[in-house]
């Protein structure tokens, strides 16, 4: 079995150059814009949550102090908004600590 290094040689610059000729561009890639700042848009839920909590406490306050536009009902619902958000947060939390934990354990 006889190589002759010079003819690989040559045939690969022929097709070097013939991929030159077609004048090949790389397909451009998009970006994912939902997924461009992921740390942004989860300190705005956080923030979200916190307001929620605090709008809650507030109005938990005035009714206690007997604020005549507050109703029993309008508290109950804000606290029960602030506290199925602050359940969100925690379960995503535990699915980010989950994800890390397996991209941890991944074989390299």
């Not at 561009?25 to 989860?42: C, D, H, I």
């Not at 005035?62 to 199925?84: C, H, R, T, W, Y």
């Amino acid at each position: 079995m006889d190589i002759k290094g010079n003819a690989i040689y040559q045939q690969m610059q022929s097709m070097v150059s013939e991929v030159n000729g077609l004048n090949f561009q790389a397909p451009k890639v998009e970006l994912n814009p939902s997924g461009s700042n992921f740390a942004e848009m989860l300190t705005q839920a956080v923030n979200n949550v916190n307001d929620l909590q605090g709008t809650s406490r507030e109005m938990q306050k005035q009714f206690d102090m007997g604020d005549p536009n507050l109703s029993l009902a309008d508290v109950m619902i804000a606290k029960e908004k602030s506290g199925i958000a602050f359940e969100a947060t925690i379960q995503v939390r535990n699915k980010l600590l989950e994800a890390y934990k397996t991209i941890m354990n991944m074989p390299v």
